[in-house]
């Protein structure tokens, strides 16, 4: 019966062809405009480590007080960083199950090729468990070990692409490479590992970033050679003393920390165990206000730093906007088509088709619009996807891309969109009095 | 012509009226909103920075294996290296002028304070926040701004300090809007202000007409023209110089940087993105906000053409619809501008009814925006102007349709239906 229906329903089409063309164009630029919104929405909105995300945790110490609050839409945050002593105390207790402080780097490389010049790589100083942490994939070698930390030990964990570039992607580990003109080993070569956005860090890199991620060192070690932070910089007091070692004096805030916490039992310790260091701190005389620590996990904490662009959320709630302009437009245009055809229900009705029937006939007929609106769509959607990347910033654009998904969505939408713009159409032409039809004619 | 009749017609086709009007007040409702934001993008990129951006540029460099910046020594070795860079690019032939600078208005890395009248006040409660620059004698010249008052700097008031060094410079030049704001009522130059809470006094020799701080984001739109000169010498292991030369030759100059840089001292980081025009960091600066409008025009005009077909299907069913009666209607007398005005005046109708819908929903749509996204109000002239558009569009989609209808001979009234 469905297959006499949509043949029904292609005849019906055909016989107005520009009135099918203009409820086919209409659903296919609704739902391209909508979809193209969407697929840069869903790339810089995914879950950067969905198995693992609801145990990832982002701790935050109150360590300024009210007077570095600057303004009042940050509900009373605690700074969103961590200062060196706060991070390396954290550090030290080791309360969580896996924990690191970081902080962005950029140092320059001598490549081992005399004849390149110097390049400048980007990367975070980290402490070994970030690595286990955040899954990191190796293709060679791994991740320092603990006491790597402990020893402030030369060792270095660099990207795929850097290992392309200077080593020609073979097996580097155990090479030694001229960081800022000191000579790190290589222990690990990553598997193309670039997470976006760049969660583990988002307050240095913004969280989308066109800077690579080369290389990752120890913490310890960074700091014992002075390489200096590359991220922001974040004070509420101007440092007493002066260099690298006044900022690691002061209570400017400039490291991220991260922590992995299995079960609610651990949170909740962990949460313990924060805030009694905030009032060990405190009746040291640190700080004279009340307790505010943060812990979150980490899809509220990208959340709280607003790391999707709001441009990425109007666009969407504008494009969504267009596509039920353009359903309410087809729903208009479907009315119309449908009761035009008053006389055909009547008859149909009067020979004994119940109405269920000619509900299924006419969604038939809106479905079939919504799949050619659909293909169309498609098509649209991809040069959507394309043209796109032209007008957005760089970091961005390389992440909206097309896949299966995105192109079944688009079916999905466009069939499931038009049906429902069909459903009040439909009703119309079922409630049709095979009588009156009749008689008129 | 009486309203009556046509309400009557109108009323035997509800759901389709309807339809259209809604689909009108979501076009007025959508327009609306993204020609604001196109309207304020717009106006975003088209500020002037005050720089005189042609034949300008930056470079930003990093040397290899430098001292750190931490002890008098090494700041004094850094100094050296800076000097010796800046000293080749002003050899070069058809460059006009250099300076060491820390950043440049709509370049993405900045150094952000706040100016006080008094000492020792708190770093973040201070009179007005600020954007700091950090140059030489040659800045004003460099970047091509406007001294209003006062006096420029003279190599005998540069001096130089580790990059990390928090004491503060004896000697600014700030804008004219940072002047207002700290001395309403009286001349900013001459005047002693505190950067940063700190104690030590810093003066006020001159006053610039306008330049811009380096963020276009949103947390430095309080104080965008409030940026502070200091005339020192930033020392770190890495470097930016601005460079202005000859009219023309930009390009040239450019691409001869990188082997003269070298020259001086092969251990540097000079890549792709190390030399830089003005004009490309002003295009990386905008790309999010031009890319904004670029797509609200592209969902403007789809629905607009969107709406338009829809009424011109929708019409021209209508009349398909009440052939006969037309037909009866001429034959008793109607002239065919009757007919047309008719459609139009329907059209019109439902147009208006479905615009003052849109006016709630524009501003319905406007106050969400606002309320999640840092949106700015509209103005009330958007919703009249997006009216008036809105009901013209209708009357122009309409019109094809209505002509035809127009031309339904008076003798289809005699045939059978």
Redesign the interface.
Same mark, same amino acid.
């Given at each position: 019966m469905l297959g006499y229906y949509f043949d029904l329903a292609i005849r019906s089409l055909k016989r107005s062809p520009g009135l099918t063309a203009l409820m086919i164009l209409i659903v296919g630029f609704g739902v391209a405009a909508s979809m193209t919104s969407y697929s840069v929405f869903r790339a810089v909105s995914g879950d950067p480590i969905p198995w693992k995300s609801s145990r990832l945790f982002v701790p935050q110490i109150d360590m300024w007080g009210p007077k570095g609050r600057l303004d009042a839409t940050n509900n009373n945050d605690p700074p969103d960083a961590m200062d060196y002593l706060d991070a390396t105390a954290l550090m030290r207790d080791h309360r969580g199950k896996y924990q690191s402080a970081m902080y962005r780097v950029s140092p320059s490389i001598v490549p081992p090729d005399a004849h390149m010049h110097p390049i400048n790589v980007g990367g975070h100083a980290v402490y070994s468990e970030f690595f286990a942490m955040l899954d990191v994939p190796f293709k060679y070698g791994s991740a320092w070990a603990a006491d790597s930390d402990a020893q402030r030990a030369a060792v270095v964990v660099i990207n795929a692409k850097l290992n392309q570039k200077l080593f020609g992607g073979n097996n580097s580990v155990g090479k030694t490479l001229d960081i800022d003109g000191k000579d790190y080993r290589i222990v690990g070569v990553l598997d193309n590992w670039t997470p976006k956005p760049v969660y583990y860090d988002v307050v240095n890199t913004g969280g989308f970033t066109a800077d690579q991620e080369d290389v990752f060192l120890p913490f310890t070690r960074a700091i014992d050679v002075d390489m200096q932070n590359d991220g922001n910089t974040n004070c509420s007091e101007i440092p007493k003393g002066s260099g690298f070692v006044g900022l690691q004096q002061s209570s400017c805030v400039w490291i991220s920390y991260m922590v992995e916490l299995d079960d609610k039992a651990a949170v909740s310790s962990y949460k313990n165990y924060l805030d009694g260091y905030f009032n060990d701190q405190k009746a040291s005389g640190r700080f004279n206000w009340p307790l505010n620590n943060r812990l979150r996990d980490l899809p509220a904490w990208l959340e709280s730093e607003h790391v999707v662009p709001s441009d990425t959320k109007i666009s969407l709630v504008v494009a969504l906007g267009l596509l039920i302009a353009c359903l309410v437009n087809t729903a208009g245009l479907l009315l119309a088509k449908f009761l035009r055809r008053s006389s055909e229900i009547g008859v149909r009705r009067a020979l004994g088709a119940p109405r269920m029937a000619i509900y299924t006939q006419f969604l038939v007929e809106a479905g079939t619009v919504g799949l050619t609106g659909g293909v169309l769509g498609l098509l649209l959607t991809w040069i959507g996807i394309h043209g796109i990347s032209w007008v957005l910033p760089k970091e961005i654009a390389s992440l909206a891309r097309v896949d299966l998904n995105l192109l079944a969505l688009t079916l999905a939408v466009a069939i499931i969109a038009t049906m429902l713009a069909g459903l009040y159409p439909t009703f119309r032409a079922s409630r049709v009095q095979p009588a009156l039809q009749l008689k008129t004619n | 012509m009486t309203l009556h009749p046509m309400i009557a017609a109108l009323r035997k086709h509800k759901? &389709?009226v309807v339809?259209?009007a809604?689909?009108i007040a #979501? %076009?007025l409702? /959508?327009v609306c $909103?993204?020609v604001f /934001?196109i309207y304020a993008r717009v106006q975003n990129v088209q500020r002037p920075t005050g720089l005189d951006e042609s034949n300008l540029f930056m470079i930003t460099q990093?040397? @290899? &294996?430098?001292p $750190? =910046? !931490? !002890?008098p020594a090494s700041i004094q070795k850094l100094d050296a290296m800076m000097n010796e860079d800046i000293s080749a690019l002003r050899s070069m032939p058809d460059v006009e002028s250099v300076t060491p600078i820390n950043s440049l208005p709509l370049f993405p890395s900045s150094w952000n304070g706040a100016m006080s009248l008094k000492p020792g006040a708190? #770093?973040?409660?201070g009179n007005a926040r600020t954007t700091y620059y950090f140059g030489d004698e040659n800045l004003m010249k460099t970047l091509g701004l406007h001294l209003i008052a006062g006096r420029n700097f003279t190599a005998a008031d540069v001096t130089n300090k =580790?990059?990390?060094?928090?004491s503060e410079a004896n000697l600014v030049i700030i804008t004219k809007p940072l002047a207002d704001k700290l001395f309403p009522n009286s001349d900013a130059v001459g005047k002693v202000v505190y950067l940063? =809470?700190?104690s030590t006094p810093s003066t006020v020799i001159g006053e610039v007409e306008r330049l811009q701080v380096p963020s276009v984001s949103s947390w430095a739109s309080s104080f965008v023209w409030n940026s502070t000169i200091e005339p020192v010498r930033l020392n770190? $292991?890495f470097s930016r110089y601005a460079v202005r030369t000859k009219p023309g030759r930009l390009d040239d100059v450019m691409r001869a940087v990188p082997s003269k840089l070298?020259a001086v001292n092969? +251990?540097?980081?000079?890549?792709d993105d190390s030399v830089k025009s003005f004009k490309d960091i002003r295009a990386?600066a905008y790309?999010?906000d /031009?890319? *904004?409008a670029?797509? +609200?025009g592209?969902?403007c005009l789809?629905?607009l053409a @969107? %709406?338009a077909? =829809?009424i011109v &299907?929708?019409t021209?069913?209508?009349v &398909?619809?009440r052939h006969r009666q037309i037909g009866v209607r001429r034959a008793l007398g109607a002239r065919k501008i009757d007919i047309l005005h008719y459609f139009q005046l329907e059209n019109l109708m439902i147009a208006g009814g479905g615009a003052v819908v849109g006016v709630a929903l524009a501003v319905g749509?406007n106050r #969400?925006?606002m309320s999640?996204?840092? *949106?700015e109000s509209m103005p009330a002239y958007y919703v009249l102007v997006g009216l008036a558009v809105v009901v013209t569009l209708g009357q122009i989609a309409v019109f094809v349709p209505a002509r035809r209808a127009s031309n339904v001979p008076p003798v289809v009234a005699t045939r059978a239906a």
């Open positions: - | 759901a &389709g339809l259209i809604l689909q #979501l %076009t409702a /959508i $909103n993204a /934001i990093q040397w @290899v &294996g430098a $750190n =910046g !931490d !002890d708190e #770093l973040r409660a =580790g990059f990390r060094d928090p940063d =809470g700190s770190s $292991n070298y092969p +251990m540097r980081v000079l890549d990386e790309r999010a /031009i890319g *904004m670029v797509l +609200m592209v969902i789809i629905l @969107v %709406t077909a =829809g &299907g929708l021209s069913f209508w &398909g619809q749509l #969400l925006l999640k996204f840092e *949106m």
